[in-house]
């Protein structure tokens, strides 16, 4: 039986290296961890979109390889030293848990490349973080919202009180205080990245407070189902979700993470990789809006400029004239944040009538 | 027509030590053809579940790492599983283990000696069975039926974790992320040989407990009295042992096995706490304790068959690219068989017309 076994297996590789002989060279491996399932339409399902773009663009070059649903803890440790031994020259560790396994293991693996998305620990040479400056989209949002919104409310679904998500929150309501200087928004902590039925719970109670749209920092498509069964308009999250709202989605921040996959996977090739940290926008390409759609054509204009404009470097959204919550000035007149005040940003800007969670 | 389980009168030794063997050649059967059915070749796919996770170092390192609570928990159960206390809540009592042993790294950091350690697993220990002991006194006391209670105080342990680690426990320089400070280097437990892998001396624990547990069960008079309460309350009545008090030694002996586990589990893979700890491991010791036939030394090797299951599942999905989904229905199929082989040994199967009158039996149960 053992003998048996070992002549399969013996057969089974040469099979798969017969397959890989007619390439001149080896592909190189390109990996990743997800930390919810590839089929959640949401945000794992975006990084593995990435991916699949990294496999179009190299072809027989590369060879890709995923664990998904993986859980943050020990099992990722695990996942991240499997895949680091499988042969893996760079792995995707694509979610913020994952931080203190990745750097972990990239101590015992120091020539594999490790890329934490979200994360801000780079404790070893061989790791680099990003992320994308998803708050140019919430800008754009709030720029729709403001004109969209017959109640001048908006119902805003959060997921935890993380700089990332406080940041969104403000530059969608700058967004929106552009065209409507009242502009109100509700917020809900779901304090979870995922969880429809709580979503759509969370976007129920919005919606019988009053408001008549409905944007969210978490990933399923749940509060945009909710809000078309309201017949109130909404915004998708990470994907394009216009399948399943056709007359809801206003527009959705798409997160394209493939041209960062593909130029990091390009570096491991060429040999050229080096550690760090990237946060890149609509300008680079990593932020995209999904079509403007259920707006009339003068919303869809100024959306269209907005964009224009962030996406060409002319404006930030975190440009001031801005006071803090409290009404103490932040931002002076044509002041622009530096990116590392945005990324610890721990404070609501004024208009906002909510209190940070802690 | 209906399907009716009836005991058989006497079970036979020779089924029941093939028994697990039945039940590893029906999976590696049903498996195959449902590798055969994915379009993937059923031998690799077999290969690598159960024999490529142990042909490297480090990947026995990781079966012992994932195997350690399985095993620490899933002892402590035995005893409760056998005195017929249902304890379900020894996720529960995991994770009060791992808060109460956590308070020293966390809450007084600058506190940095070799006596921390200790001192932490003690705690933990003392959590978790400070917690198992709430449904036994809600027993004892009020008659409650510990399943649920012990089941409902999971989700408060787990929500109050949750509020720690967002709240008051919050790492003060961690930009409002979900996570405690990082354990100091006196409050890691220790690796058992590190220079070939990661495993800690969580397993090393959970070995001695298993050890130690068997011979209680096995060798001492505790070990009878926590049968023949198991099996027969009111025999136990007249050999004057008290029922009330074997509640209280089961729950506290398993909430501080599963305390110890959780506290081990933190200080030794994790390093920090985070709002979910466990993937599970307090309700896959009760399917380990089972498989382990709630023999101590059965469950050392459950637990380590348990853990194989998900290193090989992993190991499927990046060799074969398989989704996790198919991983989790194969470790579902090997369950299924080892636990239908056992019942089919002490039953069997009779089906009953619609005529035929239902033989009552008499209810287990403290009488």
Known sequence: MKKALVSFAAAAAVLSLGTMGAMAQDPTKVCAIYVGPIGDYGYSYQHHQGMLDVKEHFGDKVEISYLENVAEGPDAERALERLARSGCKIVFATSFGFMDPTNKVAARFPDVKFEHATGYKREHENVSTYNSKFHEGRYVQGVIAGKMSEKGVAGYIASFPIPEVIMGINAFMLGAQSVNPDFKVKIVWANTWIDPAKEADAAKALIDQGVDIITQHTDSTAPLQVAAERGIKGFGQASDMIKFAPETQLTSIVDDWGPYYIERVQAVIDGSWKQSDVWGGMKEGHVVMAPYTNMPDDVKKLAEETEAKIKSGEFNPFTGPISKQDGSEWLKEGEVAEDSEVLQMNFYIKGIDDKIPN | ?367
């Open chain 2, 1 to 367: 027509m209906r399907i009716e389980l009836v005991k058989r009168p006497q079970h036979s030794a020779l089924f029941s030590a093939l028994s697990p063997f039945i039940a590893l050649a029906l999976t590696l059967v049903a498996g195959a053809i449902m590798f055969a059915l994915l379009g993937k070749n059923p031998v690799q796919a077999l290969y690598l579940y159960f024999i490529d996770p142990l042909r490297e170092v480090w990947s026995l390192h990781e079966l012992a790492i994932k195997a350690a609570p399985l095993i620490l928990i899933g002892v402590g159960l035995s005893v409760c599983f056998l005195s017929n206390n249902w304890n379900i809540g020894a996720e529960g009592q995991f994770i009060v283990g791992a808060i109460i042993g956590s308070i020293l790294p966390v809450l007084f950091p600058e506190f940095q000696s070799w006596i921390v350690l200790p001192i932490m697993l003690l705690l933990g220990i003392v959590g978790g069975a400070a917690y198992g002991s709430i449904p036994a006194l809600l027993k004892v006391r009020f008659n409650t039926n510990e399943i649920l209670t012990s089941l409902m105080l999971v989700y408060v342990a787990q929500l109050f974790l949750d509020w720690l680690v967002r709240g008051p426990w919050r790492n003060p320089e961690g930009f409002n992320f979900p996570q405690t400070r990082s354990f100091h280097e006196f409050a890691i437990l220790p690796e058992l040989l590190p220079a070939s892998g990661r495993a800690n001396w969580g397993f090393a624990f959970a070995i001695i407990a298993a050890i130690v547990l068997w011979f209680l069960l096995s060798k001492t008079l505790k070990g009878f009295e926590i049968k023949v309460l198991g099996q027969s309350p009111r025999a136990g009545r007249f050999a004057g042992f008290s029922n009330a008090r074997m509640v209280f030694f089961a729950f506290l002996v398993s909430g501080g096995l599963a305390g110890l586990a959780g506290i081990s589990e933190v200080s030794g893979a994790i390093g920090h706490l985070q709002p979910s700890i466990s993937p599970g491991y307090g309700f896959t010791a009760i399917i380990v304790a089972f498989l382990g036939r709630l023999n101590p030394l059965g469950i050392v090797a459950a637990g380590l068959v348990l853990a194989l299951s998900y290193l090989g599942g992993e190991a499927a999905q990046i060799s074969l690219g398989v989704s996790d989904k198919v991983a989790r229905a194969f470790q579902g199929m090997l369950l299924f068989f080892v636990l239908a082989s056992d019942t089919l040994i002490h039953y069997r199967i009779r089906l009953v017309g619609r005529q035929a009158a239902p033989a009552a039996e008499a209810p287990h149960g403290n009488a």
